[in-house]
């Protein structure tokens, strides 16, 4: 049984992020980057699965330059087997992502019995990839997953909708799984699991090699800013005889004249 796990690396959410002078993206040198947290979730299921069933071989995949291997290496330090990177810039679109995921899963040789995924990227949310990727291969997914469970080739899946309700799917693999949060606890990776990860395989393909090209862009980023700095509050004292009725008024004329509310 092979289990491909896609992840991505994205930036802590404690970094300052700043634009690139001509607006195009972001700028990376800087940045410290962590696995996407709904990741983790995915990398998780797929060890459980590991765990009931021995020979299950778990590759993790990931699309990023060739210096930015940490994801990887945490997940093989948790557990999976081997991994998979796509030297590719940080800003393609979730067409191209899914389109180089499908590419080097078949290059990578194995067939996929199954493939888990986090719902969403935390840095851009745009919960897309799991979808796409499903229709590119032909299979059926099924996302936002809050239980999980394998029979043989038959799978059971919770799904989260509004509210707090769940939605129950019967499927069978091979299929697409997009993992939410409480569908389990990931662990963390051992020492010795660190030590291991160092010799485990790390293959790394070009996107060339997995068939894409500039020309599958669908979507291309432009002029990213910060968000404009907000202006300082203004602070109201009563009078000394408590009445309120100065502030109100000063309050009143603020949200009518400035603010442009009432």
Same mark, same amino acid.
């Given at each position: 049984? +092979? ?9 802590? $959410?404690? $970094?300052? *992020?700043? !634009? ?5 993206? *972001? ?8 696995? =996407? ?19 299950? =071989? ?20 948790? %557990?999976?087997?081997?991994? *998979?990177?796509?030297?590719?810039? &940080? +800003? ?25 995924? %986090?719902?969403?990227?935390? &840095? ?5 990839? !799991? ?17 999980? &469970?394998? +029979? ?8 989260? *909708?509004? %509210? %707090?309700?769940?939605?129950?799917? =019967? ?12 569908? +389990? ?6 020492? !010795? ?19 894409? $090209? ?13 968000? !404009? ?19 109100? =008024? ?13």
């Amino acid at each position: 049984m +092979n289990i491909f796990v896609c992840i991505k690396q994205v930036p802590d $959410t404690e $970094t300052k *992020i700043v !634009p690139m002078k001509d607006g195009s993206f *972001i700028e990376t040198n800087a940045i410290k980057w962590v696995m =996407n947290p709904y990741d983790e979730f995915a990398v998780e299921q797929a060890l459980q699965i590991k765990t009931k069933i021995p020979d299950a =071989n778990v590759v993790v995949v990931r699309l990023g330059k060739t210096r930015d291997t940490e994801a990887l290496r945490t997940a093989m330090a948790m %557990g999976a087997d081997e991994a *998979i990177l796509i030297d590719a810039d &940080d +800003n393609l679109d979730s067409y191209m992502t899914a389109k180089a995921i499908k590419g080097a899963i078949l290059k990578s040789g194995k067939k996929a019995d199954l493939i888990l995924t %986090g719902k969403q990227a935390i &840095d851009d949310d745009n919960l897309q990839v !799991p979808s796409l990727l499903a229709q590119m291969m032909d299979l059926p997914s099924v996302c936002v997953v809050v239980g999980f &469970d394998l +029979n043989g080739s038959a799978l059971t899946l919770k799904r989260e *909708i509004e %509210g %707090g309700a769940v939605e129950v799917y =019967n499927t069978t693999l091979p299929c697409v799984v997009a993992c939410q949060k409480g569908l +389990n606890t990931p662990r963390y990776a051992s020492l !010795p699991g660190i030590m291991k990860a160092k010799k485990k395989t790390l293959t790394q393909y070009s996107l060339a090699d997995v068939g894409v $090209t500039d020309a599958d862009r669908r979507l291309k980023y432009s002029d990213f800013q910060l968000p !404009p700095e907000k202006p300082p509050g203004k602070k109201f004292q009563a009078m000394e005889d408590g009445t309120q009725k100065v502030v109100v =008024n000063q309050v009143v004329s603020l949200l009518r004249n400035e603010a442009k509310i009432i």
